[in-house]
């Protein structure tokens, strides 16, 4: 596709609830990295894979956040028992595998988590 | 640590004013600084970038200069347009490129 795409654009979830998030990123890139955005705030940085293998996941809140990349292309993001507390926005973006500072993100437009 | 700090918001402005958002940061080390632009309902794009001190990024009118003395990167426009209007992200690169620290965002409201 032209873009990064997220899915769903909006979710909402019964505290307790799992829910698992989804990115497809520009075709060929090879680094994707998952931000969590809390209202009114900046992203805040999650974890970040380089193809398959994730590199960081030292921004993860809590062992309920899991994130993988099975094939290096595809990322979901699951969120396990989810908490009233983990309502933001979740962003994904990548990066070409020419970019190897990763100076140039491309974002999607993320997906909006509501827990109830 | 690493962080950023950015003036807050809004900032409302008649069209063709001068623009200027402050942004401050704290590093080990050199990283690279970076203003990103959410225009409503769109994902976040890169603005303009600097990669080291005296760096100047430009872009669409808007520039900032990378200060090392006073760890500064603000963002200047002479002139701006309503289809300025967006959430304007101040971040920096840690040195190895594998994690960007962003700033809360400063909105921008340019009125016609």
């Known amino acids: 596709g032209a873009g990064v795409s997220q899915s769903p654009r909006y979710k909402v979830a019964k505290r307790g609830q799992d829910v698992a998030l989804r990115c497809d990123p520009i075709?060929?890139?090879?680094?994707l990295f998952w931000y969590q955005q809390a209202l009114g705030q900046g992203p805040e940085f999650l974890t970040y894979?380089?193809?398959?293998?994730?590199?960081?996941k030292s921004g993860l809140p809590s062992d309920r956040f899991f994130a993988e990349r099975p094939e290096g292309s595809v990322s979901t993001l699951k969120i396990q028992r989810t908490q009233q507390e983990d309502s933001a926005v979740y962003l994904c973006?990548?990066?070409?595998?020419?970019?190897?500072?990763?100076?140039?993100?491309?974002f999607g437009s993320g997906t909006q988590l509501s827990v109830l | 640590g690493n962080s950023v700090t950015q003036m807050e918001g809004p900032v409302t402005l008649s069209e063709e004013a001068f623009l200027t958002i402050n942004c401050t940061y704290t590093a080990t080390g050199y990283p690279s600084l970076f203003w990103y632009v959410q225009y409503p309902g769109e994902g976040l794009q890169l603005l303009l970038k600097?990669?080291?001190?005296?760096d100047k990024g430009s872009n669409k009118g808007f520039e900032a200069t990378y200060r090392k003395e006073t760890t500064s990167f603000h963002l200047e426009k002479g002139s701006v347009q309503v289809s300025d209007s967006a959430v304007y992200f101040c971040a920096l690169n840690t040195e190895y490129g594998n994690k960007l620290v962003f700033g809360a965002g400063t909105i921008l409201r340019v009125k016609s």
């Open positions: 973006a990548s990066s070409s595998r020419r970019d190897r500072l990763n100076e140039k993100l491309f």
């Open positions: 894979f380089q193809n398959e293998a994730q590199l960081d």
């Open positions: 600097a990669t080291k001190a005296d």
């Open positions: 075709s060929g890139h090879v680094s």
